[in-house]
């Protein structure tokens, strides 16, 4: 297989503070692939640079070759990069549905959107609510859901845009064990469809289970990386995360 996504020495600086320290890796073509690491150690600061949120200092991030480190959040997802966040970002007040809809519409304008919208998009949704198992709810405002399916209704939302590589915050986050199969489930499904999949995450039980390749950072940098067996019997995350 070849890398899809290259980071490349990659450098941040909040002031005083290192957060990305010279980060290397790559994402292999139609992997799984978890980023690991004790809190601090600058996952959350690597992912928003590989989605435009930050800039880098130093280094590159690209793309299927393109370097694309200096690019907005928007223009990297119309090249096919997608992510989700840890903090669920829905649209509480719209109905489950809806927030499948407002996604399929460029327009910032959510106002008359329903009154607007072909037969064909809400065919699209519903079978997107079908994929992630929650059409029941269709209907249902989506802030009374529970976090769990919040969550599948945002990976709903982002697969709008046919992501071919995606990136998942957490998502088995606060999530009771149940919906954390489920979601696992479905990352595994889509991973056999050809989507290419980068996951932060806590929970080492759903790392191991879902993944093809571990990469762990401590303090800003890549301090080991392979496949889960190989990373669970490394001496040095040992250390990173209980201590010498």
Do not use: W
């Not at 799984?32 to 004790?38: A, M, Q, R, V």
């Not at 088995?172 to 990352?187: D, L, R, W």
């Amino acid at each position: 297989m070849s890398a899809v996504l290259n980071v490349q020495g990659v450098r941040k600086r909040f002031g005083g503070l290192e957060a990305l320290a010279g980060c290397t890796f790559a994402v292999e073509e139609g992997s799984i692939t978890s980023l690991i690491g004790p809190n601090g150690s600058g996952k959350t600061t690597l992912f928003n640079t590989v989605t435009g949120f930050v800039t880098p200092d130093e280094g590159e991030v690209s793309l299927r070759g393109e370097q694309i480190q200096a690019l907005s959040p928007d223009r990297i997802y119309d090249r096919g990069l997608g992510r989700t966040f840890q903090q669920v970002r829905i649209f509480s007040r719209l109905t489950v549905l809806e927030n499948v809809l407002v996604a399929t519409s460029r327009s910032s304008v959510i106002k008359g959107l329903l009154a607007r919208t072909r037969q064909s998009e809400r065919d699209r949704a519903m079978d997107l609510l079908n994929f992630v198992n929650i059409a029941r709810l269709a209907d249902v405002p989506a802030g009374s859901l529970s976090f769990g399916q919040k969550k599948l209704l945002e990976i709903a939302t982002i697969l709008v845009g046919e992501p071919k590589v995606l990136l998942l915050d957490e998502p088995a986050g606060g999530v009771n064990p149940t919906m954390t199969a489920q979601i696992g489930e479905k990352i595994r499904e889509l991973n056999q469809r050809g989507i290419t999949f980068l996951v932060v995450e806590h929970n080492m039980e759903f790392v191991m289970g879902i993944s093809h390749r571990v990469v762990v950072m401590a303090r800003g940098k890549v301090i080991a990386e392979g496949s889960p067996d190989e990373v669970r019997r490394d001496p040095k995350v040992l250390e990173a995360y209980l201590g010498a």
